[in-house]
């Protein structure tokens, strides 16, 4: 099974296939992508509802640093509250307070105070945005403020309620099944074996130490992927929309398609502004505008009414996202896979 141990050695395998079946992965990976930000379980819940069906921009960024940084301060501090209870879990945090392109700088590594200024330096978000968000989060006491450690994350919810459980859990889920679609995928072509297929996880009973550390993986792919995105021409809106629009056949089989066309070969299907907004949960209006954006930044292509993601996107030569990610953004995902497919271990 993926774990730990054997992500470099998945690395080393993954680093010998060519670039079109390693921008293949890529797309697969990033049709779904929208899928993680939606609130799809938690209706009857009305302190969940009021958040809205899917994550609105800057409202995660905030949030999920302070996750990070608050569990580095417990883990640092034997006398803090959670202290044992997280440092059990044995984290990599390192992996991400030495990240080679995302630089954060968690307060929490060198005992200082967790401010607005710092999240909004971490993330990219101006401070009265990140304000306006932290306030929401303060407002239901999920985000506390603390003498020491200032503004952290109160963990007396995820260890002893269900508040924003099930939107969670359904997140875990997404990810889990979007990996373990590419790792099967990777098996069936004799890439990687069965040694390497991801743990079957089932999300409804999920003990609650491996719910505990799994929120905290769960937040650490937020604040990377929504760094990532923040180092690209797209927006949030515009990154789920064009993530909608990459609608697979699923069952497939699309490595080694070199000079084939997607859309003649069955492999992708147009979409239409109604579709994708039913699919990301983001306002039609919003999606028309967005959509009108990235055809004129040539991402997408209109005929008629039906949309196509252009060849800057599929085409492994002509597409410009940077290539020097790759490798990072394919290590992130393996770490935070493999740790959150391997039961807590203590």
Not at 117 to 132: A, G, L, V, Y
Not at 142 to 170: H, S, W
Not at 172 to 179: A, E, G, H, T, V
Request: with cysteine; hydrophobic share 40%; proline share 3%.
């Amino acid at each position: 099974m993926l774990n730990p141990d054997n992500i470099q050695e998945v690395e080393k395998i993954l680093g010998t296939i060519s670039r079109l079946n390693a921008h293949i992965l890529f797309l697969q990976h990033f049709s779904d992508f929208s899928e993680f930000f939606i609130n799809t379980v938690s209706a009857g819940n009305k302190l969940e509802e009021t958040f809205g069906s899917r994550a609105q921009q800057n409202l995660l960024p905030p949030l999920s640093f302070t996750i990070i940084n608050s569990a580095i301060f417990h883990i640092n501090n034997s006398n803090a509250q959670y202290h044992d209870a997280l440092k059990k879990f044995q984290l990599p945090f390192n992996e991400l307070i030495n990240h080679q392109i995302l630089k954060f700088e968690f307060p929490a590594v060198y005992n200082n105070k967790n401010t607005l200024e710092t999240i909004s330096k971490n993330t990219k978000i101006p401070k009265e945005t990140s304000r306006k968000f932290v306030k929401e989060w303060m407002n239901i006491d999920l985000i506390q403020k603390d003498k020491t450690a200032g503004l952290i994350l109160n963990f007396d919810i995820p260890f002893n309620t269900n508040l924003f459980k099930k939107y969670n859990l359904n997140a875990m889920k997404q990810l889990s099944k979007n990996w373990s679609f590419l790792i099967d995928s990777l098996i069936s072509q004799g890439i990687l074996n069965n040694k390497h297929k991801i743990r079957n996880i089932n999300f409804s009973k999920l003990d609650d130490d491996s719910y505990i550390k799994n929120l905290m993986l769960l937040h650490w792919y937020y604040l990377i992927a929504l760094t990532y995105i923040q180092n690209t021409n797209l927006n949030y809106n515009e990154t789920c929309i064009l993530s909608s629009a990459l609608f697979f056949y699923k069952n497939k089989k699309i490595f080694d398609t070199k000079n084939i066309d997607f859309y003649e070969a069955d492999i992708l299907r147009p979409v239409n502004i109604s579709s994708i907004a039913a699919s990301t949960a983001i306002p039609f209006a919003t999606v028309r505008r967005s959509v009108k954006k990235l055809i004129n930044k040539k991402y997408l292509i209109k005929k008629n009414n039906n949309i196509f993601v252009s060849d800057l996107i599929l085409d492994y030569k002509k597409h410009n996202l940077k290539g020097k990610w790759s490798l990072p953004m394919l290590h992130d995902i393996l770490v935070i896979a493999s740790e959150m497919h391997s039961p807590p271990d203590y």
